[in-house]
Nanobody, 122 residues
C-alpha cells in the first residue's frame, strides 16, 4: 500500500515563496516518477511538475517554469516543490502523485495524496 502525505501549504502574499513536501510510504518511491498537480476552485486538476526516479529529469508546466522547482530525496522518500514568485493564479489545492510504472511524466499517475491548500493573496 502506497501512501502520500503532503505538507507545507498555507497563505502567502504575491511574490512570496512556499515549499511543499510529500512523504511517501512503501518501497515504490525510489523507483517511481513523482509529480505535483493542482486544482483551483471550479477548474480541472492540472499538471504542475514531475521528476523521474533519479532526479535528473524534470518537466514543468509552462505556467510555472522558471518559478517552481521540483526535487526529490530518495533516502527520505520525499519529493519537494519549491514555489517562488507566487501569484494569485497559483492558488489551488496541490496534490502529490506517484506512478507505479514508467509512463509519460504528465500522467497517468496511480497514487495520490490528499492535497494541501496554497492560497496566494494579492
Amino acid at each position: 500500500q502506497v501512501q502520500l502525505v503532503e505538507s507545507g501549504g498555507g497563505l502567502v502574499q504575491a511574490g512570496g515563496s512556499l515549499r511543499l513536501s510529500c512523504v511517501a510510504s512503501g518501497r515504490i518511491f525510489s523507483s517511481s516518477t513523482m509529480g505535483w498537480f493542482r486544482q483551483a476552485p471550479g477548474k480541472e486538476r492540472e499538471f504542475v511538475a514531475a521528476v523521474r526516479r533519479s532526479g535528473a529529469s524534470t518537466l514543468y508546466a509552462d505556467s510555472v517554469k522558471g518559478r517552481f522547482t521540483i526535487s526529490r530525496d530518495n533516502a527520505k522518500n520525499t519529493v519537494y516543490l519549491q514555489m517562488n514568485s507566487l501569484r494569485p493564479v497559483d492558488t489551488a489545492v496541490y496534490y502529490c502523485a506517484a506512478q507505479k510504472l514508467i509512463a509519460s511524466m504528465q500522467g497517468p499517475y496511480d497514487y495520490w495524496g490528499q492535497g494541501t491548500q496554497v492560497t496566494v493573496s494579492s
